[in-house]
């Protein structure tokens, strides 16, 4: 398709180069998947919120991953649901569209790495200074946790987008990619984009650095404590909640990990955009099932949801 069919601030996406009869079906499944995440993250934000006896660190600091989850599917899914029942020559986006959503995607990504990491630092002043634990976490210190796990990134993501947003254009269609992100952007340039390699590559290592970094210290310092304690009890609670705390950090880090990889791989493009659902959709369906369902009232009002609709549907029999 000729570029001059299109005016300078609409751009073409590619999409996923999937066959022609798996796209209901996969719009089917994706629409689901989405309102899987959206119940179930905003359900377990008001759970907590409303119920008192859940306003602990803990699970206040929780409600920032279920926001951001929400926030993350967002910006996605509803674009690939459109995109699915949209023929390839009208799959099209506006260019400030596609910054937007690049600043969100990009937004979203490390917001999912700094909650992590302070989630991370609860479960360590819980575990290995317990008696100070209700003095260092009050409402206090949780609000400011959560707006340093919110404003950190923000600057840090605006910089990265401005730096490609500077960059003229002389291309127009989002190559291989089923939404927009700050690579698709300085690749639609045809200048010089050592200064974003340069920045990215940078970002990248502080992000990934400091969240890899503080999240093995606190585990290493927590193993350490529960390897000299001989409470049974403390030891049982902390597998229970750095276990969960730890596997979905692993599969945050890997999807990330894999996604910063093959963007330097243009043919393995069906890999990349596998890890990218993984990151931007599994990843948040996956989020409220771990955690939710650890908590014990959550658990407790999903059995009992569950039992309503077994009684109701004997009775309609």
């Not at 008696?131 to 959560?146: E, K, Q, W």
């Not at 959709?281 to 409220?288: D, E, G, K, R, T």
Request: proline content about 3%; some cysteine; hydrophobic content about 50%.
């Amino acid at each position: 398709m000729e570029n001059s069919t299109f005016g300078k601030d609409i751009l073409i996406l590619e999409g996923f180069n999937l066959p022609s009869l798996s796209y209901i079906p996969s719009f089917i499944l994706l629409l689901i998947v989405y309102f899987f995440i959206m119940v179930s993250n905003i359900g377990l934000v008001v759970l907590i919120l409303r119920s008192s006896g859940l306003h602990q660190p803990m699970y206040l600091l929780l409600c920032n991953m279920s926001i951001n989850d929400v926030f993350g599917a967002t910006i996605i899914i509803p674009h690939v649901l459109r995109d699915l029942l949209t023929p390839d020559s009208q799959r099209v986006i506006r260019y400030m569209d596609c910054v937007v959503q690049a600043f969100c995607l990009h937004l979203h990504a490390s917001a999912s790495h700094t909650v992590l990491m302070i989630m991370a630092f609860d479960r360590y002043v819980a575990i290995c200074n317990p008696l100070r634990y209700a003095t260092i976490m009050t409402h206090r210190m949780v609000l400011v946790l959560s707006v340093w796990a919110w404003a950190i990134p923000l600057p840090l993501v605006g910089i990265l987008i401005g730096l490609s947003v500077r960059l003229s254009r002389c291309r127009w269609i989002i190559v291989h990619s089923f939404s927009c992100s700050n690579a698709s952007l300085f690749k639609l340039s045809c200048e010089s984009v050592l200064i974003n390699n340069i920045y990215g590559l940078g970002y990248t290592v502080v992000l990934l650095g400091s969240s890899i970094g503080s999240v093995t210290l606190t585990y290493l310092r927590i193993a350490m404590v529960c390897l000299r304690s001989k409470n049974k009890t403390l030891n049982r609670k902390a597998l229970q909640t750095c276990a969960t705390h730890l596997a979905v950090y692993a599969i945050l880090l890997v999807s990330g990990f894999i996604i910063i990889i093959l963007h330097r791989f243009p043919q393995l493009v069906a890999h990349r955009n596998v890890a990218a659902v993984m990151l931007h959709v599994v990843l948040p369906a996956l989020n409220s099932l771990i955690y939710g369902l650890q908590i014990k009232e959550v658990r407790q009002r999903v059995m009992a949801l569950f039992h309503r609709s077994k009684v109701a549907s004997m009775d309609a029999k």
